[in-house]
T-cell receptor
Framework: QSVLTQPPSVSAAPGQKVTISCAGR????????VSWYQQLPGTAPKLLIY???KRPSGIPDRFSGSKSGSSATLGITGLQTGDEADYYC???????????FGGGTRLTVL | EVQVVESGGGLVQPGGSLRLSCAAS????????MTWVRQAPGKGLEFVAN??????????ADSVRGRFTVSRDNANNSLYLQMNSLRAEDTAVYFC????FGVGGIDFWGRGTLVTVSS
């Protein structure tokens, strides 16, 4: 049982938009930055979004992050087959004094 | 090119110990938090431990606190994870990563090293 709650899977057609939710509480998402990671099969995770809504160099603006209260959302527009991967949200939990991840969401581009 | 390369994984019996190493290069090691994250076979990512730039602050997941110790050698650009009293549930790929939860994010990950705890 992960501290942060994500849907196990989402799917959409190429070119469409999808959002992935990440629900937490005040001790984690509510009062800390959120980051998002993409993990392609058999590879290491890759940073997509940091500090809730910032993109590292090289990450296209098709990827966006936002937060409202104790929930965060990753948005992906213009879906491509290469976006098929597992996506994880993460943040610091001040009550646990440790990092926490969501359980991961498998994105399928139909 | 930034590199972090893990080593030290392998097969160990329950109750045994293992020390993971992570060699960092092509960035100023002393400017960064470093983090260990693990992933059990077929499962999601799990925070293990992290350490601040000068090693004065260390944080652990509840599941490993008291058994694992994170440390760093800034003179040699190296990160370590000493794992004692290993359990079957510690079986996972262990990733060394640059950065932290929060400011800047965990922005660069190694390929991971597999630790298998089994008799």
């Amino acid at each position: 049982q992960s501290v942060l709650t994500q849907p196990p899977s989402v799917s959409a057609a190429p070119g469409q938009k999808v959002t992935i939710s990440c629900a937490g509480r005040s001790s984690n998402i509510g009062n800390n930055y959120v980051s998002w990671y993409q993990q392609l099969p058999g590879t290491a995770p890759k940073l997509l979004i940091y500090e809730t809504n910032k993109r590292p160099s090289g990450i296209p603006d098709r990827f966006s992050g936002s937060k409202s209260g104790s929930s965060a959302t990753l948005g992906i527009t213009g879906l491509q087959t290469g976006d098929e991967a597992d996506y994880y949200c993460a943040t610091w939990d001040s009550r646990l004094s440790g990092g926490v991840f969501g359980g991961g969401t498998r994105l399928t581009v139909l | 090119e930034v590199q972090v390369v893990e080593s030290g994984g392998g097969l160990v019996q329950p109750g045994g110990s293992l020390r993971l190493s992570c060699a960092a290069s092509e960035f100023t090691f002393t400017n960064y938090y470093m983090t260990w994250v693990r992933q059990a076979p077929g499962k999601g990512l799990e925070f293990v431990a992290n350490i601040n730039e000068d090693g004065s602050e260390r944080y652990y997941a509840d599941s490993v606190r008291g058994r694992f110790t994170v440390s760093r050698d800034n003179a040699n650009n190296s990160l370590y994870l000493q794992m004692n009293s290993l359990r079957a549930e510690d079986t996972a790929v262990y990733f060394c990563a640059r950065g932290r939860f929060g400011v800047g994010g965990i922005d660069f990950w190694g390929r991971g090293t597999l630790v298998t705890v089994s008799s």
